[in-house]
């Protein structure tokens, strides 16, 4: 299994541009999420989605957009890059978003490192 | 906000020594605290964890402690060894009340340095 597959690796962006962070996940995983990782700042919340069709906003939702549009796939766009935005993103997933099942860890991606110049 | 707080930001430690790490947390309603593990260019991934209903869980030479009066939990690494070299990230639920062990709060990280 390839787990959650980020892409791409690395992205060099102009303030004002947009770009999509692409995140995949084949082991039928209700749940996914973004978090974006700073220094000092650990990871946190952006987007999440408890399965196909259902978006919600996490702890810094601003300047993000997401949908899920299948199982599988939860991309995260940004429209108009800021260098606020200049981080490490982060997908994962998990079996069960509510808990039913005992143990279910977050998954994560190897991620994007995203700077905004 | 920063629902959990964690410290120290950075450890440095000898081979064979004990690393902690400590986390303190306000929501009472909190019911699962994992660790999780990162290595250079790589994701967390999750290393140990515990629910309130227990003092200590211990899995090899990794401990979480539990202190539920004080509000606190901390992850202790026993025999340190240079490959246990790595951040770490304590998490809690993001929300009070109910299980919701995929959406995760996280505390701001330690870097452990294990010197050989």
């Known amino acids: 299994n390839a787990g959650v597959t980020q892409t791409p690796k690395f992205q060099v962006l102009k303030t004002g541009q947009s770009m999509t962070l692409q995140c995949a996940q084949d082991?039928?995983?209700?749940?996914m999420s973004w978090y974006r990782q700073d220094p000092g700042m650990g990871l946190r919340l952006i987007h999440y989605?408890?399965?196909?069709?259902?978006?919600d906003q996490g702890e810094v939702p601003n300047g993000y957009n997401v949908s899920r549009s299948t199982t599988e796939d939860f991309p995260l766009r940004l429209l108009s890059a800021a260098p606020s935005q200049t981080s490490v993103y982060f997908c994962a997933s998990s079996y069960s978003y509510s808990g039913r099942i005992n143990n279910s860890p977050l998954h994560f991606g190897n991620g994007t490192r995203l700077t905004v110049t | 906000q920063q629902q959990v707080k964690q410290s120290p930001q950075s450890l440095i430690v000898q081979k064979g020594g004990i690393s902690i790490i400590n986390c303190a947390y306000e929501n009472t309603a909190f019911d699962y605290f994992p660790w999780y593990q990162q290595f250079p260019g790589k994701g967390p991934a999750l290393l140990i964890a515990i629910r309130p209903d227990v003092s200590e869980k211990k899995e090899g030479r990794f401990t979480i402690s539990f202190n539920k009066s004080a509000k606190q939990f901390s992850l202790h690494i026993m025999d340190s060894q240079p490959g246990d070299s790595a951040t770490y990230f304590c998490a809690a639920p993001f929300n009070a009340g109910g299980t919701s062990y995929g959406k995760l709060t996280f505390g701001q990280g330690t870097i452990l340095t294990v010197h050989p």
């Open positions: 082991m039928n995983h209700e749940y």
């Open positions: 989605s408890v399965g196909a069709g259902i978006t």
